[in-house]
Structure formats: C-alpha cells, structure tokens
C-alpha cells in the first residue's frame, strides 16, 4: 500500500473514494457532502460508526475526537469497510492546521495495522484491493508550503507500523515453523539486509561456555536445541546503547508443571517479548536512530521428556545466583534470567526487557495493557507518555520490600515462584531483579506484554492473534530520547 501526500484540496484529488472522518457527529465540516443521506442512516458520528455510501463513493467513520490514536481507529474502521470492494486509490484528508505530523502518522498507522492479516496457511487468501491512499494536506496548506515534516511522518510512520506487522508474523507463526534455529534464523537474514546492523547466535555449546545453567534447564527436554540471539544495530558515532531482552519461548507446554489442554492452545505467543525485541531493532536500523540498540533473545521450547527439569532442582545463573525450581511453568524468568546477566555486560544506559511473562498481569490489567515495572519513576514515566502516543495501553505495577521476601528460599539464593498467590506480576519482576546489575537497575524497565501480546478477538486497530505488543511504544520512546539529544544539542550549540 503507497501511501501520498498532497498540498491538493481534497476535492481536487483524483480517487476511487473519499473517506471523510465527522468529530463527534458534527455535520457541518465543509468535507461532509452527503447530511441527507448520513441522516436517513441514522450515522451518528461516534467513535467507529461507519456509513459507507457506494452510490457517491464515499465513506464516513466517526471519531469523538482528532486525538491520535482515534484516528488510526477511524482509518482501520474504514479500510476494513472497503476491504471487498475493488477500489484501488483512497483519499482522506489531514483534519489539521498547523502541524501535519500527528494525524499523517496515524493515518498511516491505522491503514497499515489495521488492515495486516496472517494468511499463509489460508487456502483462499483475501487480498486488499487499495493500492495507494492519497493524504490532503488542504487545511495546512494555506498556512505554508513546507510539506518535508509530512513526507517524514509518512516514512517513519511506514517503519512503525511495518516492523509491528513482523512481530505479529513471528509471533502468529506456529512452533512447528518457529523453532528457536528458525528464529534465529529469521533474525540473522533480517540482519543481512540492514545496514550497521550484525547478528550472532549461540548455540547449546555457548550457553554451557557462558554458565546458563538456567536457560539450558529449560531447554533441555525438547528436540529443538536452544539459541541465544544477539542483534546489534551499531551506527556511527552513537551516544547512547540501548538493550532490549526479548524471551523466546517458541512454545510453553509449562513443562513436568504441565498446563491444562486449553491453557497451551495460543503458547506459540510466548515468543511474543522475543518478537518485540527483534523488531524494535529492525525499527531502529530502518528509522537511522543515533543510538546504538540492542536486541538479546533467549529461544527455547519448555517440554517434557526424561531429562526435562524438574521442581525441586536447583539452578544456577550466569550470574552465579542458585534458583530453586517450584514449578517449571515459570520458566520465562528462568531464561531471562541468564538474558538478562548477558545483557548488563553490554554496559547499557538503557535497559529493556520484554515477555509474556504473567497470567497475573493479566489480571491486574486486562488483555489490552502492558504492565510497566522498575525502580526509576522517571523512566516508568517516559515510557508510558511514549506508550501513549503509539496508542499502545499501559499501567504501572509497583515494587515494593514486601512481596520481594515472598522469593525467599530455604535451600537456594532465591526461587522461582512466590510462596504467595497475590502480586504475582511484581514478584516476577522482583525475581528478574536479582539478575540486573545494581549500577543498571535505575536505567532497567520489565514489560510484561502477557495481556495484549496475543489477543484470540480482534479489538481496536488488531487483528485476531498477535498484536505486536512493545514495539511501537519502545521505537516512540527511542524518538523521544533522540528528540531529546538533538535539542540538549542544539541549546549547547
């Protein structure tokens, strides 16, 4: 899908339709042509209605507001609306008058989120006929003739919306197509075609040099050998290193802890934080961000067999923390665990990790939102303003002294379950801060994306099954970072 913006009045460009978005039922925009006929339908103009009017070719989709992430729904609403048609060319105009950045963006977003389906193992695909969506710039144009910050806004957000689509491509894939020797596999190709970008995996015999006693207990009942995945995106003169933890279960059967039948359907999602990480990085390297970024993935399968782990072993961490194993289902934080001990050793101003990591999360939160845990309130803070802006849903768990004793062990540093059934999405956090470096734990933030990373309806923008969860707030906080180093430059210059 092409995406084209233009200093023509709306009227003037040529297309196949017109989407028109009405703010909070207002009839009266000059752009809306058709009062009689919205009436007759009763279109009331709220957030999502849609009226779609083939007899003049064009659509209408209401938003309460022009607020961002309203219209990336509004736009989602209305591609979807057209999918059956055979339209080829769209226009939209921008609702703006002094910045077109905003509303481009999400315009964007919403057509390229909004319209992703997972078709491969489809016998009859459903293909979407719209081919170029043409943007009016109308209502800023009268003010001035600089259209660059639009044609930006298109570029970036075209990256955006993209490397999310390839998380959800990850994660949608089934185990059997997503072994962790595919994954990196996958991550290794992608790397071939990004410049400044380099990928290095390691294998069984790595972890076991590097005292992943953790990571290997995991893996160690399943077919499909284990790989630590390191993408490095490394541009000229970088300021900053950023590092992103993705876990990789590429599936969770929740091991001699075994899951019931219903709870395994959808753990090929617990690849969802190693999905993230991977295209955050991809994110990066395509916008040219002036940071250095990481991407560490720790891919395995969780299974049983003979030589599975078991609960009551002890494990010891890279770090040379002993864990003693309560219940094998919690395994994620196992192999994050030794991610995160490799992590810090890349001596990271900025330390990220994502996973699918908590049930609990999920009901503290909901499906839809992330969970955000850390010791800075700032950084909590700067993320969740991030994740704002990308439209993604988040809320703030906080630690504290008390639930931390809960990890308590009497025949080990520490276990891997809490001895309390409450909390259980910060004790998880708790558990991961023991294996982050204390000149690192105020630059160190968990995302615990178990609530929207895969969702089994469609909501919003997202389609049925993966959603790509993380990576648009981690790239909007990554611009937000360098926004904020180009302006402390231009002050000093």
């Known amino acids: 899908m092409k995406f084209t913006v233009t200093e023509k009045k709306l009227d003037a460009v040529q297309a196949d339709c017109e989407i028109v978005i009405v703010v909070d039922g207002n009839l009266e925009h000059k752009w809306v042509k058709d009062r009689d006929d919205l009436e007759t339908l009763q279109f009331k103009g709220k957030l999502e209605d849609v009226a779609f009017l083939p007899h003049c070719h064009r659509l209408y989709v209401g938003v309460d507001t022009l607020e961002r992430d309203e219209i990336r729904l509004a736009v989602a609403a ?3 609306a ?4 055979q339209y080829k060319k769209v226009k939209i105009g921008s609702y703006v008058k002094d910045c077109p950045v905003t509303n481009t963006k999400a315009i964007v977003e919403g057509a390229k989120l909004g319209t992703y389906t997972f078709e491969r193992y489809k016998s009859e695909k459903s293909p979407l006929n719209i081919e170029e969506i043409i943007i009016s710039l109308e209502e800023y144009a009268e003010k001035t003739l600089n259209y660059d910050p639009a044609v930006r806004a298109v570029f970036e957000a075209e990256i955006i919306a993209e490397v999310t689509n390839h998380a959800k491509e990850i994660v949608n894939t089934p185990p059997d197509d997503m072994t962790p020797a595919m994954l990196a596999e996958y991550a290794a190709e992608m790397a071939k075609d990004l410049e400044d970008v380099t990928c290095f995996v390691g294998d069984e015999n790595f972890l076991e040099e590097q005292q992943m006693g953790a990571f290997l207990a995991v893996s160690r009942a399943s077919t499909h050998a284990p790989r630590l995945i390191h993408l490095t995106y490394k541009p000229q003169n970088a300021q900053k290193r950023f590092v992103f933890v993705g876990k990789g279960l590429t599936y969770d059967s929740g091991g001699l802890s075994l899951k019931p039948s219903d709870y395994m359907v959808s753990m090929k999602a617990d690849k969802s934080g190693a999905a993230a990480a991977i295209s955050i990085l991809e994110g ?15 891919a395995c399968e969780n299974m049983i067999g003979g030589n599975a782990y078991k609960p009551d072993d002890v494990l010891t961490a890279k770090n040379g923390t002993t864990i003693e194993v309560r219940n094998t289902d919690a395994e994620g934080r196992l192999v994050l665990a030794d991610c995160l001990c490799y992590a810090t050793e890349q001596q990271p101003d900025y330390l990220i990790d994502l996973a699918t990591l908590t049930g609990a999360c999920v009901v503290a939160l909901g499906e839809y939102t992330t969970g955000i845990m850390g010791h800075s309130s700032a950084l909590k803070h700067a993320m969740m303003a991030a994740a704002n802006k990308s439209g993604e849903l988040t809320g703030s768990l906080p630690f504290n002294r008390y639930l931390k004793k809960l990890l308590k062990s009497n025949v080990a540093d520490i276990c891997n379950i809490s001895s309390s059934r409450y909390g259980g999405a910060i004790t998880a956090a708790l558990f991961l801060d023991n294996f982050v470096d204390e000149p690192y734990k105020e630059k160190w933030l968990h995302l615990d994306i178990a609530g929207p990373a895969y969702v089994e309806k469609t909501w919003g923008y997202n389609q049925y099954g993966a959603s ?4 648009r707030m981690c790239l909007y906080w990554l611009k937000d970072q360098a926004s904020t180093k180009n302006a402390h430059h231009k002050k000093e210059q």
Do not use: D
């Open 284 to 298: 990066a390297a395509r916008l040219k961000l002036p940071f250095e970024v990481h991407a560490i993935v720790g």
């Open 82 to 85: 057209l999918k059956k048609t």
């Open 468 to 471: 790509g969860a993380g990576v």
């Open 78 to 80: 209305a591609l979807n």
